[in-house]
């Protein structure tokens, strides 16, 4: 991989339908979702339908999304199949979304339904983006194809963890293993974030620091990203593996490997942030990512003691307030920093990349609204900082009317890019579920 987004053929890849259509049901999922969680502060909905909306429905389909667009770019390929690229993004959302209304009506019984589809939309995905990759030798492949590999294999024992789970619930299949419920719950959540979620966002963050930054990993950076692409994985199946077995060494084991390779991925990005050859404030996405890698780094210091001295009883996060800085913080703000480029750099690619040269067009960042980008920023930051003292602290009160700040900034953050969509692409949103626009096979 190592082709610039700016430099890339309107002709390579899907159709830009493709991965928006996956963008816009992402997005509908945010919304919903952080509004579950600021109603979660209040016990008025259960953690689950959040949990479930946030990491698969809107950072797992957007993950999809970009997957299906840029891995065949970055790797110069083709996409094996957009057909199935639309058949797992339908199967995907519908099992999200059943799952999100059994966990909040309290069925847990019927898990099971919405369990399987999200499973074959997951698998559809793995295996249409496994035989677009050139390769499964890591050997072979370059920082970002591996994490990207690994992040496949994690989703297909995320996923099947999950159903096991839902399995569970209706006819008590544990019961009759030596794992008990917890321990694979723990389990699931770990790969679940750390495996596919975390890893993902590494292996795409290496290739997008470094083309938006123009910067070059120093000496002691190339150091740290060959431990970091050996010990996290490792470290991450040892966390996830120790949990099942209630196997206290070998969690110890993983959240040293986790917490290291974190922290050094963490720090060399910082310094490519600092060392950044254009202005970090007039970017949308690096002036997110600026935010995101500190509260990283946050995170693993913050953590690090009770991982290590108790890793059995602690969270998979390190607790509530911990948590939001790690999937907030850090994932929340890559994610929507990322979405601000890639949604405007597919419409202006098919909208303008024709006409350059010819006619004054728009540049990339002039498509969305600076000023609606501006207030999703602060309302954010204000939100989540809000969040993770009112959880930290024990207020209720702080929590949920910080939560409620940061649902208006995800609000306004969607409306904007989606406003991007409508106003720029011919046939706006509504065209990109059209067959027509989708493209065919």
Same mark, same amino acid.
């Given at each position: 991989?190592?082709? &610039?987004?700016?430099?890339?053929?309107?002709?390579?890849?899907?159709?830009?339908?493709?991965?928006?259509?996956?963008?816009?049901?992402?997005?509908?999922?945010?919304?919903?979702?952080?509004?579950?969680?600021?109603?979660?502060?209040?016990?008025?909905?259960?953690?689950?339908?959040?949990?479930?909306?946030?990491?698969?429905?809107?950072?797992?389909?957007?993950?999809?999304?970009?997957?299906?667009?840029? #891995?065949?770019?970055?790797?110069?390929?083709?996409?094996?199949?957009?057909?199935?690229?639309?058949?797992?993004?339908?199967?995907?959302?519908?099992?999200?979304?059943?799952?999100?209304?059994?966990?909040?009506?309290?069925?847990?019984?019927?898990?099971?339904?919405?369990?399987?589809?999200?499973?074959?939309?997951?698998?559809?995905?793995?295996?249409?983006?496994?035989?677009?990759?050139?390769?499964?030798?890591?050997?072979?492949?370059?920082?970002?194809?591996?994490?990207?590999?690994?992040?496949?294999?994690?989703?297909?024992?995320?996923?099947?963890?999950? #159903?096991?789970?839902?399995?569970?619930?209706?006819?008590?299949?544990?019961?009759?293993?030596?794992?008990?419920?917890?321990?694979?719950?723990?389990?699931? &959540?770990?790969?679940?974030?750390?495996?596919?979620?975390?890893?993902?966002?590494?292996?795409?963050?290496?290739?997008?620091?470094?083309?938006?930054?123009?910067?070059?990993?120093?000496?002691?950076?190339?150091?740290?990203?060959?431990?970091?692409?050996?010990?996290?994985?490792?470290?991450?199946?040892?966390?996830?593996?120790?949990?099942?077995?209630?196997?206290?060494?070998?969690?110890?084991?993983?959240?040293?490997?986790?917490?290291?390779?974190?922290?050094?991925?963490?720090?060399?990005?910082?310094?490519?942030?600092?060392?950044?050859?254009?202005?970090?404030?007039?970017?949308?996405?690096?002036?997110?990512? &600026?935010?995101?890698?500190?509260?990283?780094?946050?995170?693993?210091?913050?953590?690090?003691?009770?991982?290590?001295?108790?890793?059995?009883?602690?969270?998979?996060?390190?607790?509530?307030?911990?948590?939001? #800085?790690?999937?907030?913080?850090?994932?929340?703000?890559?994610?929507?920093?990322?979405?601000?480029?890639?949604?405007?750099?597919?419409?202006?690619?098919?909208?303008?990349?024709?006409?350059?040269?010819?006619?004054?067009?728009?540049?990339?960042?002039?498509?969305?609204?600076?000023?609606?980008?501006?207030?999703?920023?602060?309302?954010?930051?204000?939100?989540?900082?809000?969040?993770?003292?009112?959880?930290?602290?024990?207020?209720?009160?702080?929590?949920?009317?910080?939560?409620?700040? &940061?649902?208006?900034?995800?609000?306004?953050?969607?409306?904007?890019?989606?406003?991007?969509?409508?106003?720029?692409?011919?046939?706006?949103?509504?065209?990109?579920?059209?067959?027509?626009?989708?493209?065919?096979?």
């Amino acid at each position: 991989m190592g082709t &610039a987004l700016g430099q890339v053929d309107a002709e390579t890849g899907p159709p830009s339908a493709v991965p928006l259509q996956h963008f816009v049901v992402a997005l509908v999922f945010l919304v919903t979702g952080v509004s579950a969680g600021a109603l979660a502060v209040f016990q008025l909905v259960h953690v689950l339908p959040h949990v479930h909306l946030l990491l698969v429905g809107w950072v797992c389909i957007s993950i999809m999304g970009a997957m299906t667009q840029f #891995v065949p770019v970055w790797s110069g390929v083709s996409l094996h199949s957009r057909r199935l690229a639309r058949a797992a993004l339908v199967a995907t959302g519908f099992g999200v979304a059943g799952l999100a209304v059994a966990f909040g009506f309290g069925r847990y019984t019927d898990a099971v339904l919405p369990g399987g589809v999200l499973l074959v939309g997951l698998w559809g995905f793995v295996y249409n983006i496994g035989r677009t990759l050139p390769t499964v030798d890591v050997r072979r492949l370059d920082v970002t194809e591996t994490h990207f590999l690994f992040a496949l294999v994690f989703v297909l024992v995320t996923t099947s963890l999950g #159903v096991t789970l839902a399995l569970d619930y209706r006819w008590s299949l544990l019961a009759e293993t030596p794992f008990g419920r917890g321990d694979v719950v723990g389990t699931h &959540a770990v790969f679940a974030v750390f495996g596919i979620v975390v890893t993902t966002v590494l292996g795409a963050m290496y290739q997008l620091v470094t083309m938006f930054t123009q910067t070059e990993l120093h000496r002691l950076g190339t150091y740290v990203k060959r431990f970091e692409i050996r010990a996290y994985p490792v470290g991450v199946v040892a966390l996830g593996v120790g949990r099942l077995l209630s196997a206290e060494a070998v969690v110890r084991i993983g959240s040293l490997l986790v917490l290291v390779s974190l922290l050094g991925f963490g720090v060399i990005v910082l310094r490519k942030l600092y060392e950044s050859r254009v202005s970090i404030l007039g970017h949308p996405m690096l002036v997110r990512y &600026a935010v995101g890698v500190p509260a990283l780094i946050v995170w693993t210091v913050v953590v690090s003691p009770s991982w290590v001295s108790h890793p059995l009883p602690s969270g998979f996060a390190g607790g509530t307030a911990s948590a939001h #800085v790690l999937l907030a913080g850090f994932v929340g703000y890559v994610v929507v920093g990322t979405v601000y480029h890639i949604i405007p750099f597919l419409v202006w690619v098919e909208s303008y990349s024709d006409r350059l040269g010819l006619e004054d067009v728009p540049m990339i960042d002039d498509l969305y609204d600076p000023r609606l980008e501006r207030a999703d920023l602060t309302m954010t930051a204000v939100g989540t900082a809000g969040v993770v003292a009112g959880t930290g602290v024990g207020n209720v009160a702080v929590a949920g009317a910080s939560g409620a700040v &940061a649902v208006g900034g995800y609000a306004v953050f969607a409306v904007n890019v989606l406003l991007t969509v409508r106003r720029h692409k011919p046939g706006g949103v509504t065209g990109l579920f059209r067959r027509a626009d989708a493209g065919t096979e």
